[in-house]
């Protein structure tokens, strides 16, 4: 994969191109096609804002047949859970959508302290931002567990022990998503530093996920 770029901040856009040489088993690209990528980090999540697809064989070996045999075997189901592997890799870019979710402490969640209300409220909001950021297929218990540095059950228990005050689930517990309570929005705004503050109420990811189930 090439990348015209070296870093991957909030708001900034990158061209990427992708050959057959990217071929890991999430997709598949043959060997006369390229895909022309322009991605964008919008507050953690990669959006893919345009993609084009090159024949790279030349007019005369090239017919329609060909093409069309081609573009069929073309495999892209999982580019955007691709693209946040790639880009996740820490000899690489390094990106990491927590990178853009609100400045905490979530160490009492590690080592078993007391959780406050600002704890509960500030993991829903995490797990909120996590549904949104990280592609469907990625499985967002196991991503968090590992942000939080704690088992992928012991985040489902934390997860099943959130304050109704606090924080509504979609449908069952199975479901991914769910939805910040008005009280759990005024007590956040209420702790936040000024800079945090404004993250929490410009960020469209931080209170609300409605979407399918995890892969």
Known sequence: MKIQGNDFT???VLN??????DNEGLVYIPKNLGLH??????????????LKIEVKEDEFSLTKKG????????????LDRYLFKILGDKSGIA???YDYFLSHDFTSFEKGRRLTDIDWALFASLYIFACNVLPESVKVELSLAKELRISE???KRFLKKLPKTIFRKNENLESRGGNLTFEAEE???SKLSTENKTLFEESP???FYSGSDLA
């Open 10 to 12: 909030l708001g900034s």
């Open 16 to 21: 990427v191109e992708l050959n057959s040489e």
């Open 37 to 50: 990528l322009e991605i964008e980090n919008y507050f953690g999540k990669i959006i893919i804002n345009n």
């Open 67 to 78: 093409l069309e045999a081609s573009t069929s075997s073309l495999d892209i189901k999982l």
């Open 95 to 97: 990106h990491s959508p």
């Open 153 to 155: 059950q012991n985040f």
């Open 187 to 189: 007590l956040i705004l």
């Open 205 to 207: 990811f931080l209170k």
